[in-house]
């Protein structure tokens, strides 16, 4: 089992800035790939950011130049910088990683997500 605790949101005017945190937690998993979604209200969750084992990331068009994804792999961590908020980026913000786990006899690739935090722009 693999666990996602994010932490870093709250409340930020516009131009601010905000570090969203997402570390990983449990046994016997090796992480290939986090990203991080986020959901407005009432609408779906979309990508925001995607970093891969081997560090390659990719941002939505949406969030370039203003914010950047990046990780911590001896603490199985990945950030997202987010800077010159707008109150447009105001959502749940998720984090998500896929990993192998090898609790049993065979690797078994699975995906997980958090619990999601909230950030709020204000104008």
């Known amino acids: 089992q693999v666990q996602l605790v994010e932490s870093g949101g709250g409340l930020v005017q516009a131009g601010g800035s905000l570090r969203l945190s997402c570390a990983a937690s449990?046994?016997?998993?090796?992480?290939?790939?986090m990203a991080w979604y986020r959901q407005f209200p009432a609408k779906q969750r979309d990508l925001v950011a995607h970093?891969?084992?081997?560090?390659?990331?990719n941002l939505a068009d949406s969030v370039k130049g203003r914010f950047t994804i990046s990780r911590d792999n001896a603490n199985s961590t990945v950030y997202l910088q987010m800077n010159s908020l707008k109150p447009e980026d105001t959502a749940v913000y998720y984090c998500?990683?896929?990993?192998?786990?090898?609790?049993?006899?065979?690797?078994?690739?699975?995906?997980?997500w958090g619990q999601g935090t909230q950030v709020t722009v204000s104008s």
């Open positions: 449990g046994s016997r998993f090796s992480i290939n790939a």
């Open positions: 970093i891969t084992s081997d560090g390659n990331t």
């Open positions: 998500s990683a896929w990993v192998t786990e090898r609790l049993g006899a065979i690797p078994i690739p699975k995906a997980y």
